[in-house]
């Protein structure tokens, strides 16, 4: 492959790599703040505005042209940050906002800014550097190769990724094709010195990447004086269960959902309803059952519970923790109750 045209690979891999950063990232935002819809608007915004200036600042980058070392360098720094900045995400929420609180605007702001700055300025110079170096120098062509490789990452992530494995789990992987193509690039474009340097960095990383658990440093940050002990991405979210003293507590995407043990809440929640009937056989059950509510509705002998909960993923990660659903009356949906 002729040199230039390997930028048509680079070009591939810096959208393969920005657009599961920003999945993850925006799925972590609304995980640590509570699941707000506003954080969503917020995280891309501040994406694309500094991404723009740094592929504003890009457009003065014809001197790099010739300093390979550089450039390798720049390109290697951009895939060692996506782990980083979602764990970033997490330990500047817990040192800005009180546990306990919800984060005030400008908190996120602030959060979002320092950990999108360098990895946006990065993502969006290199780029507009690409761009010029590519073979036809046209910002439309290498626009198409950076689509094609967020489609790809995308595509990945949403159909795959969400549904069997966890956010550093999938970003290492993401790391690990992104800095592969790299080495490619490295082969074609630069000297064996280069190519070997390149290609150390890139296993030593993927192997320190793999081998630490990011994901418990932040946990214990999330979740203080609590043992987590069941931590599942799902479609719909992080779902997390933790485990106090006797007490299971069921939280997703940061939010608690419900507790076990609460049996007042539950009582109050349960029989104030099934008085209404004088003998209640065909119950519709809406969320929250397995903080104990169909242990109080089963008090009632009823001949079907229809349980529903949106998230199918939450029903059997709770069911390992309790026997409710083994009930012959009980029967749990994972759908929309709407429907």
Not at 1 to 18: D, I, R
Not at 75 to 81: N, P, S
Not at 215 to 228: D, G, S, W
Not at 303 to 328: K, M, W
């Amino acid at each position: 492959m002729h040199p230039k045209k390997a930028t048509y690979l680079m070009l591939f891999a810096l959208g393969f790599l920005s657009i599961g950063t920003q999945l993850y990232l925006v799925r972590e935002s609304m995980m640590v703040f509570n699941d707000n819809e506003l954080i969503v608007g917020l995280v891309l915004a501040i994406w694309m505005l500094i991404t723009g200036i740094g592929s504003f600042l890009g457009r003065f980058s014809k001197g790099m042209l010739k300093r390979n070392v550089l450039l390798i360098s720049l390109i290697m720094l951009a895939g060692m940050l996506p782990s980083l900045m979602v764990t970033g995400t997490d330990v500047l929420k817990v040192a800005m906002v009180p546990p306990g609180s919800m984060a005030e605007l400008w908190q996120v702001l602030v959060v979002c800014i320092l950990v999108q700055l360098p990895f946006c300025l990065l993502s969006g110079f290199l780029f507009s550097f690409l761009s010029i170096a590519s073979p036809d120098n046209s910002p439309a062509g290498a626009y198409s190769w950076e689509s094609l490789g967020s489609m790809a990452s995308g595509a990945l992530i949403n159909f795959l990724f969400l549904w069997i494995l966890g956010p550093f789990q999938s970003l290492l992987i993401i790391t690990g094709v992104y800095l592969s193509l790299v080495v490619i690039f490295t082969r074609i474009t630069a000297g064996n010195k280069e190519f070997r340097a390149v290609l150390c960095v890139s296993v030593v990383y993927l192997v320190v990447l793999g081998i630490t658990n990011p994901r418990a440093l932040t946990e214990k940050i999330l979740y203080p004086e609590q043992r987590v002990i069941s931590d599942v991405e799902t479609p719909y979210g992080q779902v997390v269960v933790t485990k106090n003293q006797n007490q299971f507590n069921f939280f997703e995407n940061g939010i608690l959902l419900f507790s076990s043990g609460n049996e007042i809440s539950n009582e109050e929640n349960v029989h104030y309803a099934m008085l209404q009937h004088p003998d209640p056989e065909n119950i519709l059950l809406i969320s929250g059952g397995f903080s104990g509510t169909l242990a109080e509705i089963i008090k009632y002998n009823p001949v079907r519970v229809d349980y529903v909960e949106l998230n199918p993923s939450l029903v059997g990660i709770a069911s390992r923790f309790t026997r409710q659903l083994d009930h012959p009356s009980v029967r749990a949906y994972g759908t929309d109750a709407r429907r």
